[in-house]
C-alpha cells in the first residue's frame, strides 16, 4: 500500500508540476515579470507613505535570476508542492478508492477549491508592489480557510444526516463571513488590467494542474491496483 501511493504520487505529481511549469512559463511569469517593471520604477526612499511601496531593499539577498535559475526554481518548488498534494490524493484513494479515472477529475477539483479557490477568494493572487495585510495574519487566515473549506465539502459529499450537512456548508461560508486580513489601503503600482489578467492566469493554471493531477494520480492508483 505504502509503495502503491509513493509511486503514484512520486509520477503524477512529477507530470503536474510539469504541466504547470510550462503553463506557468507561458502565461503567469511574463505577467509577473511585467509588474516587477513598474515596480523596480519606483524611486527607492527611507520612508514610503505607501504601504505599497513598504518594502525593504537587502543587497546581500539571493533571488533567481531570469531565464534558467528562475525556470529551475520554479520547477523544483511545483515538484515539491505537486508531490505532497498528490500524497494527500493517493492517501485518499486508499481510504475511498476511485471506481473510474474521471473520479480523480472530482477530487482534483476539490483540491483546487480548498487550496486555491477559497483561499484566494479573500486574498487574491498578488503581484509585485501591491498592498498587503501582516504575513502571518494572512497565513492564519489561509490556513484556517483550507481546513474548513476541506471540512465543509468532506461534510457535504460524504455524510447522509441534514445537520451535517449543514454544518458542513457553514464551514464553507464563516471564514469568508470573518473576512481575511486586508491592509490599510488597497493599492498597486501595476495597472489595474494587469492585476485582472494575473488573477485570471492563476486561477486557470491551478485549475488545470489540479485536474491534471486528480486525473493522473487516479489512473496511476488504478493502474498499480489492477497489476
Not at 504601504?51 to 525556470?71: C, N, T
Not at 515539491?80 to 494527500?88: E, P
Request: proline share 7%; net charge neutral.
Amino acid at each position: 500500500m505504502i509503495k502503491r501511493i509513493a509511486r503514484t504520487a512520486g509520477f503524477s505529481g512529477l507530470l503536474a508540476a510539469l504541466l504547470l511549469t510550462v503553463l506557468q512559463s507561458l502565461w503567469v511569469s511574463p505577467l509577473i515579470l511585467q509588474a516587477e517593471t513598474f515596480e523596480s520604477a519606483v524611486p527607492e526612499q527611507h520612508e514610503h507613505d505607501s504601504p505599497v511601496a513598504a518594502h525593504s531593499h537587502d543587497p546581500a539577498a539571493w533571488a533567481p535570476e531570469d531565464g534558467w535559475q528562475r525556470l529551475l526554481a520554479t520547477t523544483g518548488g511545483n515538484l515539491v508542492v505537486a508531490v505532497g498534494f498528490a500524497l494527500i490524493l493517493a492517501a485518499l484513494y486508499s481510504l475511498r478508492e476511485p471506481n473510474r479515472v474521471m473520479t480523480g477529475a472530482l477530487w482534483g477539483l476539490a483540491g483546487f477549491a480548498v487550496f486555491c479557490l477559497a483561499p484566494t477568494l479573500g486574498l487574491p493572487p498578488e503581484l509585485p508592489g501591491t498592498a498587503a495585510a501582516d504575513l502571518g495574519q494572512r497565513q492564519s487566515w489561509w490556513i484556517g480557510t483550507a481546513a474548513a473549506t476541506a471540512a465543509g465539502l468532506a461534510l457535504v459529499v460524504f455524510t447522509h444526516h441534514w445537520l451535517l450537512k449543514v454544518l458542513g456548508v457553514a464551514l464553507l461560508v464563516v471564514p469568508h463571513v470573518i473576512g481575511a486580513p486586508q491592509p490599510p489601503v488597497h493599492e498597486s503600482l501595476a495597472p489595474q488590467a494587469l492585476v485582472a489578467q494575473f488573477k485570471l492566469a492563476s486561477w486557470l493554471t491551478n485549475a488545470a494542474f489540479w485536474l491534471a493531477l486528480g486525473l493522473l494520480s487516479a489512473w496511476l492508483y488504478r493502474r498499480a491496483n489492477q497489476a
